[in-house]
């Protein structure tokens, strides 16, 4: 089994900032890409952030300039630093990765539980 714990969401101001966290834990061999999602109500699950095994990046548009991804790979933790945030980051933000069981088994996609995101104007 593989579990991700989210961390970091609350409620904030408009152009405050905020800090997620999502740990993975249980039986991982490997993570390969590690990403950030979110879903406001009404709307769809949106691509926020991603980061690769190389830790290349790419970003929403909406996003580009005050959201940064990073992980920590000894950790198997992957970080999401909002900036700037404005109410309509408003959401509730899910961590995903692609990984690895062991050294013969092909990849798996997990989500994590949810974090809310609130920014009030």
């Known amino acids: 089994q593989v579990q991700l714990v989210e961390s970091g969401g609350g409620l904030v101001q408009a152009g405050g900032s905020l800090r997620l966290s999502c740990a993975a834990s249980g039986s991982i061999f490997r993570i390969n890409t590690m990403g950030w999602y979110r879903q406001a109500p009404g709307k769809q699950r949106e691509l926020v952030a991603v980061i690769t095994t190389g830790e290349s990046t790419d970003y929403a548009d909406s996003v580009k300039g005050r959201f940064a991804i990073s992980r920590d790979n000894a950790k198997n933790t992957v970080y999401l630093e909002m900036n700037s945030l404005q109410p309509e980051d408003t959401a509730v933000y899910y961590c995903?990765?692609?990984?690895?069981?062991?050294?013969?088994?092909?990849?798996?996609?997990?989500w994590g539980q949810g974090t809310q995101v609130t920014v009030s104007s």
């Open positions: 995903k990765i692609v990984a690895v069981r062991t050294w013969t088994s092909g990849p798996n996609v997990y």
